[in-house]
């Protein structure tokens, strides 16, 4: 849910926790691994792969803590406008700077939340070879550190229902290390974001690979 300003409440995303954790488990096998990783309290960012519409959902119902997705407006049609509204998602126009989306992301770091990334920007390959300076500014302007979340798996197409994966399969979520993206030195420049998106890109390039040499994928 939302506050009066519009901003998305911690309230709303434990309650999208509380559902993605029956929806995820129920239709499929959620394996977890380094969830500890992520900090018990305190501003984070989750940088998540993307493959698949269901990476969102899977990261909502198997993270330790709720988080606070930056999901484009072309999701909030119908229905799902107030649900994930409701839940404490933020909407953002991807089309132009979206003032009101960086303002509610910052207040999400800034009341010690978890915000979720996709740092590709759309769905894909789901191999962080083109990330964007988003993750970067969020991680340097909120003094938020980066969890890379790789999520294997939900690629896969099962039959029962097109464009899902096979429902009871297996879903392998791998949490990293932490780490800071700023470089130190209090630097937010345009460049000293470039330079940071280059850290990040690498760090999370690194746990992917790692993720699916410890799961096998």
């Known amino acids: 849910m939302s506050d009066a300003t519009g901003a998305p409440t911690?309230?709303?995303?434990a309650v999208g926790r509380s559902i993605g954790i029956g929806l995820m488990y129920g239709l499929w096998k959620?394996?977890?691994l380094g969830a500890w990783r992520v900090p018990a309290a305190g501003p984070?960012?989750?940088?998540?792969?993307?493959?698949?519409?269901?990476?969102?959902?899977?990261?909502?119902?198997t993270a330790p803590r709720p988080v606070h997705f930056l999901i484009k407006k072309e999701a909030f049609v119908g229905p799902l406008?107030?649900?994930?509204?409701?839940?404490?998602?933020?909407?953002?126009?991807r089309t132009t700077v979206d003032r009101t989306a960086i303002t509610h992301a910052l207040g999400v770091l800034a009341d010690g939340g978890v915000l979720g990334i996709f740092p590709e920007g759309t769905r894909?390959?789901?191999?962080?070879?083109?990330?964007?300076?988003?993750?970067?500014?969020?991680?340097?302007?909120?003094?938020?550190?980066?969890?890379?979340?790789?999520?294997?798996?939900t690629?896969?197409?099962?039959?029962?229902?097109?464009?899902?994966?096979?429902?009871?399969?297996?879903?392998?979520?791998?949490?990293?290390?932490?780490?800071?993206?700023?470089?130190g030195d209090g630097r937010r420049t345009r460049r000293a974001l470039d330079e940071a998106t280059l850290r990040i890109q690498a760090k999370l390039t690194a746990h992917l690979?790692?993720?699916?040499r410890l799961t096998g994928r």
């Open 81 to 93: 406008d107030p649900f994930l509204h409701g839940i404490g998602q933020i909407e953002v126009d």
């Open 10 to 13: 911690l309230r709303g995303a």
């Open 124 to 153: 894909g390959e789901g191999d962080f070879a083109s990330l964007r300076a988003g993750l970067a500014y969020f991680a340097v302007r909120g003094g938020a550190p980066i969890v890379p979340v790789a999520v294997l798996g």
């Open 155 to 183: 690629e896969r197409r099962g039959r029962l229902i097109r464009g899902l994966p096979p429902l009871r399969s297996r879903v392998d979520v791998v949490f990293g290390d932490a780490f800071d993206a700023s470089a």
């Open 30 to 32: 959620p394996r977890v």
């Open 209 to 212: 690979e790692s993720a699916k």
């Open 44 to 61: 984070v960012i989750l940088a998540v792969n993307h493959s698949h519409n269901i990476d969102g959902p899977m990261l909502m119902g």
